[in-house]
Nanobody, 128 residues
Framework: QVQLLESGGGSVQTGRSLRLSCSASPYAYSRICVAWFRQAPGKEREGIAASTSDGITTYADSMKGRFTVSLHNVKKDLTLSLQMNDLKPEDTGVYYC????????????????????WGQGTQVTVSS
């Protein structure tokens, strides 16, 4: 079982930055993947980046450059932050945190169907 809680969403203007946080605590598994996804209005949910609970990160190719994840994990008190820079109106959407247990060396590119624990999401709105 993994409990997830996102925070940090809001409304910003084009070109600004925003930092989201996902708390994945507590979790019962020895090792997990935690990932960020987003869903724009009228579009499918897409993966942004993922991290193992010991810090191995992977990014979707389209998300490299402006999005960076960072992990803080002390005794399974885990937070995965998503730093978003130079935001654009097309970044508008609901941003979700998700988690799953893993026995692999990395999480790979985050895919929606692979994750079984989800947060409620946080809204990000970028205006021009």
């Amino acid at each position: 079982q993994v409990q997830l809680l996102e925070s940090g969403g809001g409304s910003v203007q084009t070109g600004r930055s925003l930092r989201l946080s996902c708390s994945a605590s507590p979790y019962a598994y020895s090792r997990i993947c935690v990932a960020w996804f987003r869903q724009a209005p009228g579009k499918e949910r897409e993966g942004i980046a993922a991290s193992t609970s010991d810090g191995i990160t992977t990014y979707a190719d389209s998300m490299k450059g402006r999005f960076t994840v960072s992990l803080h994990n002390v005794k399974k008190d885990l937070t995965l932050s998503l730093q978003m820079n130079d935001l654009k109106p097309e970044d508008t959407g609901v941003y979700y945190c998700a988690a799953r247990p893993t026995w692999e060396s990395s999480c790979g590119i985050p895919e929606t169907s692979s994750y079984n624990y989800w947060g409620q999401g946080t809204q990000v709105t970028v205006s021009s």
